[in-house]
């Protein structure tokens, strides 16, 4: 029988890395609302327990925050140990802790004169890793510690990765991020292939842009109006607008719920129909 609501989330073990951030935030809050028991994992301990303290208050509900480095296995495997302590064996994991630096940045979008500086040849290497290693070793150690628990069980597993439009097409700049996005899509789908057996789920959301700490110096100016690159992005979304963190709820409620019980391996875009329009 169709279960027609997002009841059989309620009390399953949710774990969210970067779970303190905005879309994080959101996601937690759309989670808790259906009553899941929550762990919000992220490297700002402060920003987790807040949250998880203002959820339980709300929505009586079991959460905690906890601290840890997705990057660190053993910071993570620590994680777990308190997660399991504190609410029992995990049910979802969705990996959320992600982002874009400067220093992975390159000044100019395209190469218009044999310049340089600021361009592809002058990237920080050690820049490139760093978002290219929490980007996709943040989701992959994470998924191999926390997931762990799915493995032999009766109740089926979910995991959710957090994607991004870079990784259908590269946007300009952030060749790190992009190819770090592009290989969570890529890993989505080998997992799914590899954990269907298991009755573990493996799945991933696209968001398009949303104005979050790890994107406002590309897309706003000081004084809040859009920079020239925020403004081709209004441009290029047929909605014309950028995300709030709430629209991302429903396709997350969806992708963890049993509603979604025979998809595995895809990515979603939430983005406004940014992915669709070519732009003419
Ligand atoms: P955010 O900066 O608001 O949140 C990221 C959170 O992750 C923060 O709370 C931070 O403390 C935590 N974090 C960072 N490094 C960590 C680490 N090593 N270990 C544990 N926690 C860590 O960013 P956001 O915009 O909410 O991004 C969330 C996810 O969504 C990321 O994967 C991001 O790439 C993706 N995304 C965002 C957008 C957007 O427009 N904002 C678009 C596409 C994809």
Redesign the pocket.
Known sequence: MMNYSFNDLSNKVTVI??G?????KSICTALAACKAKLAIV???LD?AKALADQLQEEHGIEAIGVA????NKESLNTAKKEINEALGSIDILIN????NHPKATTQVEQMVSDELEGSFFDLDTEGFDFVFD??FK?TLLPTMVFSKDMIGKENKGVILN?S??NAFKPLTKIPAYSAAKASINNFTEWLATHLAPQNVRVNSLA?G??I????RFLVTKEDGSFTERGQKIMNGTPMGKFGEPDDIQGTVLYLCSDISSFVTGICIPVDGGYNCFSGV
């Open positions: 890395t970067g303190a951030g905005v879309i994080g992220d490297l700002n920003n840890a480095n997705v990057l959320g802790a992600g982002g929490l980007n943040g957090i991004s439009m968001p842009f949303f979050t700490d790890q994107n």
